[in-house]
Every structure is written in C-alpha cells, then in structure tokens.
C-alpha cells in the first residue's frame, strides 16, 4: 500500500458521502487524451489523492474509472470506498428525464456503483444532443430549475449520488434551487482562486450550509485565450512564496484551504500533483492574507464561452446566462 499524505476532510451537509478531502484532483484537459488521464490518475493516487473529479463533458470518466480499477486491482487502493468521486450533468442534460439516464451513462463510464457527488455543471440549459460545445445561442433553452433539482434529489434517493450539488452557480440560481429543494445543494463548485475571490457567493453559501470547492485554483488553463494566469504570474503571490519557501502554487492553494473552501487542482505531473498536495501543517501570516485580499480581481471562465459568438439568444434571458456574481 502506497504511504499516503494526511489530508484534512470536510463532512458535506446534506447525503451520505464520505467526508471530501480538502484537495482534489481536475481531470479537464483538452483536447481529452485518454491515456495521460489515466497515468495521472494512477500517479495521483500513488502520491495520496483521494478525491477526483470529472464530468460527462471532459470524457475523462472513463480513464478515471480505468485508473481506479487498476489501482485496485496492484492493491495502491483497498476499494472504490476510500475515494471521493465527483462528476456532472451537462447543459444538453439538464432536462428532468435526462438527469437520471446521464446519471447512469456516467456511472457505466467510471465502472462505479455510485458517484460521491453529482453536480449540475451549469446553470445552462441546451437543447438536448451531443456532448460538444461551442453551441450556437439559439440551442439555449429555458433552465427548469425546479424539475431539474428533482430529478437530482430522485438521483440521491436512489442511492447513485451519495451527494448532489450545483456548479457556477450565483446567488440569485441558488435562491431558485433552494426554494425547490427538500434535498438542499451540499457544494458549489465555483471559478475561485486569490484573484477571484468570490467573497459574496462564499457568504451566501456559508449561511446555507452549501459547501465551496474551488476550480481554477492555479488561475485555469488558458480559458479566456489570453494566454496570461492571473495566479501564476502574480507578483504578490510570488513575494509570499519567496518569504514563506513555498511555490506560488502552494499559497494559493494555502489560502483556499484557509478559507474553507476545497480545491480542485488540476496537473498530469507527478511532481506538480505531489507539491499540490503539499500545503498542510504550515500557514500564511496575517500580512500574507491582507495583501492577498488586495489582489485585483478579474473572472476568467465566462458562460459566453459555452457559446459561439454570432447570433443573439432567442430563447432565455441573457441574464440567466451570466454567472459573475451580481
Ligand atoms: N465546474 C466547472 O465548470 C469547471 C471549470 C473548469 C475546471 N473545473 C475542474 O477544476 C479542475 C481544475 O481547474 P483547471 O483545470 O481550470 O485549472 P487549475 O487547476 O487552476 O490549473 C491547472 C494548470 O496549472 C498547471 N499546474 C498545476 N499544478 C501546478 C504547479 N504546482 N505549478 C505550476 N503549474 C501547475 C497545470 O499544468 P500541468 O498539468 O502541466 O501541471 C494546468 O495547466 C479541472 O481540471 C476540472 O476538474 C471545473
């Protein structure tokens, strides 16, 4: 068995899954490319992650679930128990008799009996059809919040889903779940890192018990097309790891567990995974979080980016498209 790094967990509010490790690990890469999905699954696991995460878009659950099985099968895992799964419903899914079958497709993918977390991945809606994106504007359609959620909680009595959630989800998408609910969202997956610090979204889901995991906690992997990081090539960030003999990684990912909320970090390097997983057992200082807090703030990953960029919407209210928190 494989030594494993201790990390700390946090019990979700609502179902039954495993308290979720503090850190996680992103398989978003594209284009997909199966093997270095499943390599980087096994290295991940090797050097002590237990927490994964994929969705039906990304087409990596099928090399996660490849990776999990060999894993278990040369003993680097005991069972599928020790891990925390998370996967997503995708835009062309969120229709209230789609959920369940994608549910199911998903898990046949991952070769699981259940996920750990199913999160509705926008709150976008598209006609249904093929797992592909850019859409045209006009394939938007008007999101069913509350027939949406249900199918979700049927997905959680079912016992497929020990936990569901939403993802860039605002307040004001929150507000409409939570007034459907019987079964509340347990996590937001949300853009956040030291240059996009959420602060009011981060409140909100306090108050109501939704649990925070970051994406993009290293800034992303070019989303805009800028080709610049917003964390990587901070120089505050830089100064701080330069004092604390940390990487600039390190303090984001540092400051993101200060805040309670839970990273998804993506990297397919063994090196880069095992220093990601490096940032307990030390702090930042309180002038460390004071210049931290004073970083300007820019969002990166935009719902327009779901789209192609000619057309207007016809069918929703654009409104219901803008995931930058009000
Ligand atoms: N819910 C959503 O809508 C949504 C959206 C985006 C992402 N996500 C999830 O969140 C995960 C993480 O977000 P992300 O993929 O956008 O980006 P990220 O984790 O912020 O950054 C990943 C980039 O940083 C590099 N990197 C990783 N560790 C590093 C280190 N220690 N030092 C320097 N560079 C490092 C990686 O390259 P290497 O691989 O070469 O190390 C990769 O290119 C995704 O993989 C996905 O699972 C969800």
């Known amino acids: 068995m494989a030594s494993t790094t201790a990390v700390p967990e946090v019990a979700l509010r609502s179902g039954s899954a495993r308290p979720m490790p503090a850190v996680g690990m992103g398989t978003a890469s594209f284009p997909p490319a199966p093997g270095a999905t499943k390599d980087a699954v096994l290295a991940a696991i090797e050097v002590g992650y237990r927490h994964f995460d994929t969705a039906a878009m990304y ?5 996660l679930g490849d990776a999990v099985a060999e894993a278990a099968r040369c003993g680097l895992l005991r ?31 991952l070769q699981m009996e259940y996920l750990d977390l199913y999160l509705i991945h926008w709150p976008v809606a598209l006609k249904p059809g093929p797992l592909t994106f ?47 609910a019987t079964i509340p969202p347990a996590v937001n997956q949300v ?5 996009w610090q ?65 990273s998804i970090v993506k990297s397919y390097n063994k090196e880069r995974l095992r220093q990601n997983l490096d940032i307990f057992g030390w702090e930042l200082t309180d002038e460390d979080r004071l210049k931290i807090s004073q970083i300007p703030q820019k969002k990166t990953v935009t719902a327009w980016g779901l789209f192609s960029q000619e057309g207007e919407f016809t069918s929703v209210d654009p409104a219901d498209l803008d995931i930058v928190e009000p």
């Open 198 to 262: 959420q602060r009011t979204l981060r409140a909100y889901c306090a108050d109501r018990g939704v649990h925070v995991a970051a994406y993009s906690p290293l800034g992303g992997q070019n989303w805009d097309g800028t080709g610049s990081n917003a964390v990587l090539e901070s120089e505050v960030l830089a100064g701080i790891a330069k004092a604390r003999g940390k990487s600039v990684a390190q303090v984001a990912l540092r400051w993101i567990y200060e805040q309670g909320v839970t």
């Open 59 to 63: 087409r990596t659950e099928r090399p």
């Open 134 to 180: 850019p859409k045209r504007k006009e394939d938007a359609v008007p999101f069913d919040f509350e027939g949406v959620w249900r199918a979700m909680e049927e997905c959680q009595r079912l016992g497929l889903a020990r936990a569901i959630g939403v993802s860039n989800f605002t307040t004001r998408h929150l507000d409409r779940v939570l007034a459907a």
């Open 79 to 109: 069972s599928r128990e020790e891990l925390f799964v998370t996967s997503k419903l995708w835009c062309t899914q969120c229709h209230p008799d789609l959920v369940l079958p994608s549910l199911r497709e998903t898990l046949k993918n």
């Open 191 to 195: 853009e956040l890192n030291p240059a």
